[in-house]
């Protein structure tokens, strides 16, 4: 570039104004211009305030600069709110309703279709009208502290001897040192007095008690009928809420028999839970297992909520409790058991080991918050799994066992 070119390339970047833009300058608008624009002729930001203060403004709708919105949507003449209008208080504008008045109650909701359109998940709950009653069962702790509170007492009602030691059976010392437990419930007495009649030593009922066909039952099987009074049955009672009778029979059971040619047995690892207990004997019985060992640190089987969750059906599974279950798992082995073990680790499900392994079988189950003894588990001759989803990590003792007796019940009725 020669030096007559750099000047004058200097002297014009001298003469601009700083910032000024090389684009060609924008012509002056006119008055028809502004006209079209909304008629503001150039007035400053402080001009067109006026004498307004700040937010003192026009209502939305009487704008007069809004020319460009649908015709019509803005032309309603808004009057000022005056003290007793009837407006709604959920953001007081003209004719609505407040939040409780829309004319509907709280569950109007809309239709379900319109909840799956919007992709809103949709819950079914069950009326408040239609909920059942749960059943309030007493703890050990709370069944002692019962016992020692009746013991002090100079209640004629609770004095005689016959109903301490029938109060003694609400405890496991009681039950161990009298060799009897209690069957609580319609059902339960029923189930004992209908099976195990040989165990039964008597029946207790308070006086508004009226299932005749129970006590015609009852009778008929010559079991002796005594009356409690309403405040006796509560004392007794592992329930907030009595049924009205009670049976007191022996402690006894059957042994499995182990030199069967084919068989299912459920060993049980310190189960502590009695509702599990009692669910595990109803499946038990309900798919045709040969017995039940409960190893130590399980639940006593004759505790009450045991009997009540077994429905009193615990008895006809033989079963043996209070076991090693080291020198069981050996034991059985050496009967031709094949020891199964439930793991979240194994790779296989029961249908998958050969079947010549599965004529006679033993489930291990174990502990609901502990799971199985992990040395149990390596004197296992079989782990398995149940195929499940990978959004839950593990499911309840009674549920697997269930699932388990099932398949075992399916494979044993193909061996045939």
Same mark, same amino acid.
């Given at each position: 570039m020669?030096?007559?070119?750099?000047?004058?390339? /200097?002297?014009?970047t001298?003469?601009?104004?700083?910032?000024?833009?090389?684009k060609?300058?924008?012509?002056?608008r006119?008055?028809?211009?502004?006209e079209?624009?909304?008629?503001?002729?150039?007035?400053s930001?402080?001009?067109?305030?006026g004498d307004r203060?700040?937010?003192? *403004?026009?209502?939305f709708?009487?704008?007069?600069? *809004?020319?460009?919105?649908?015709?019509?949507?803005?032309?309603r003449?808004?009057?000022?709110?005056?003290?007793?209008?009837?407006?709604?208080?959920?953001?007081?504008?003209?004719?609505?309703?407040s939040?409780g008045?829309r004319?509907r109650?709280?569950?109007?909701r809309r239709?379900?279709r319109?909840?799956a359109?919007?992709g809103?998940?949709?819950y079914?709950?069950?009326p408040?009208?239609?909920?059942?009653?749960?059943e309030?069962?007493?703890d050990?702790?709370?069944l002692?502290?019962?016992?020692?509170?009746?013991?002090?007492?100079?209640?004629?009602?609770?004095n005689?001897p016959?109903?301490?030691?029938?109060?003694?059976?609400?405890?496991e010392k009681?039950?161990e040192?009298?060799?009897?437990?209690?069957?609580e419930g319609?059902?339960?007495?029923?189930?004992?007095?209908s099976?195990?009649?040989?165990?039964?030593?008597?029946v207790?009922?308070?006086?508004?008690f009226?299932?005749?066909a129970?006590?015609?039952?009852?009778n008929?099987?010559?079991?002796?009928?005594?009356?409690?009074?309403d405040?006796?049955m509560?004392?007794i009672?592992?329930t907030v809420t009595?049924?009205?009778?009670?049976? /007191?029979a022996?402690i006894?059971s059957?042994?499995?028999?182990?030199?069967?040619s084919?068989?299912?047995?459920? +060993?049980?690892?310190?189960?502590?839970?009695?509702?599990? +207990?009692?669910? #595990?004997?109803?499946t038990? +019985?309900g798919?045709?297992s040969d017995g039940?060992i409960?190893?130590?640190?399980?639940?006593?089987?004759?505790?009450p909520?045991? /009997?009540?969750?077994?429905?009193?059906?615990?008895?006809?599974?033989?079963?043996?409790?209070?076991?090693?279950?080291?020198?069981q798992?050996?034991?059985?082995r050496?009967?031709?058991?094949t020891?199964?073990?439930?793991?979240?680790?194994?790779?296989?499900?029961?249908?998958?080991?050969?079947q010549? $392994?599965? *004529? $006679?079988?033993?489930?291990?189950?174990?502990?609901?918050?502990a799971?199985?003894?992990?040395y149990?588990i390596e004197?296992?001759?079989?782990?398995v799994?149940i195929?499940?989803s990978?959004?839950l990590?593990?499911?309840?003792v009674?549920?697997a066992h269930?699932? #388990?007796?099932?398949e075992a019940a399916?494979?044993?009725?193909?061996l045939k």
């Amino acid at each position: 570039m020669s030096e007559e070119n750099k000047n004058r390339t /200097v002297k014009m970047t001298l003469d601009r104004k700083f910032g000024v833009s090389e684009k060609p300058e924008r012509r002056p608008r006119r008055d028809d211009d502004r006209e079209e624009r909304g008629g503001r002729e150039g007035r400053s930001f402080d001009d067109r305030r006026g004498d307004r203060k700040f937010g003192d *403004r026009k209502p939305f709708g009487d704008r007069g600069d *809004r020319g460009d919105r649908r015709e019509g949507r803005f032309d309603r003449e808004r009057r000022p709110r005056r003290d007793g209008d009837d407006r709604g208080s959920f953001g007081g504008r003209e004719g609505r309703r407040s939040f409780g008045d829309r004319g509907r109650s709280f569950g109007d909701r809309r239709p379900r279709r319109e909840f799956a359109k919007a992709g809103a998940p949709i819950y079914r709950q069950r009326p408040e009208e239609q909920k059942e009653e749960i059943e309030e069962v007493l703890d050990e702790a709370a069944l002692e502290a019962r016992v020692a509170e009746v013991e002090s007492s100079e209640d004629s009602n609770f004095n005689p001897p016959w109903f301490k030691r029938m109060l003694a059976l609400t405890t496991e010392k009681g039950r161990e040192r009298e060799g009897r437990f209690l069957g609580e419930g319609v059902h339960v007495v029923q189930e004992l007095v209908s099976h195990h009649r040989e165990l039964v030593l008597g029946v207790y009922m308070t006086e508004s008690f009226n299932d005749e066909a129970l006590i015609e039952q009852i009778n008929e099987a010559e079991i002796k009928l005594n009356v409690l009074t309403d405040e006796q049955m509560k004392k007794i009672s592992s329930t907030v809420t009595t049924q009205g009778i009670v049976a /007191v029979a022996r402690i006894a059971s059957k042994k499995p028999v182990y030199e069967s040619s084919r068989s299912v047995l459920t +060993l049980v690892d310190a189960v502590q839970d009695p509702g599990n +207990l009692g669910t #595990l004997f109803r499946t038990s +019985l309900g798919f045709g297992s040969d017995g039940m060992i409960l190893g130590r640190g399980t639940v006593s089987p004759f505790n009450p909520k045991v /009997v009540r969750g077994s429905s009193g059906t615990f008895l006809r599974v033989p079963f043996e409790f209070d076991v090693d279950l080291i020198d069981q798992i050996n034991f059985l082995r050496s009967k031709g058991y094949t020891i199964i073990a439930t793991d979240l680790h194994a790779k296989q499900s029961l249908k998958e080991i050969p079947q010549n $392994k599965l *004529r $006679k079988m033993a489930f291990l189950v174990g502990n609901e918050g502990a799971g199985t003894n992990p040395y149990f588990i390596e004197l296992a001759d079989e782990t398995v799994k149940i195929p499940m989803s990978s959004e839950l990590e593990s499911l309840n003792v009674a549920v697997a066992h269930g699932i #388990l007796s099932y398949e075992a019940a399916q494979i044993q009725e193909d061996l045939k």
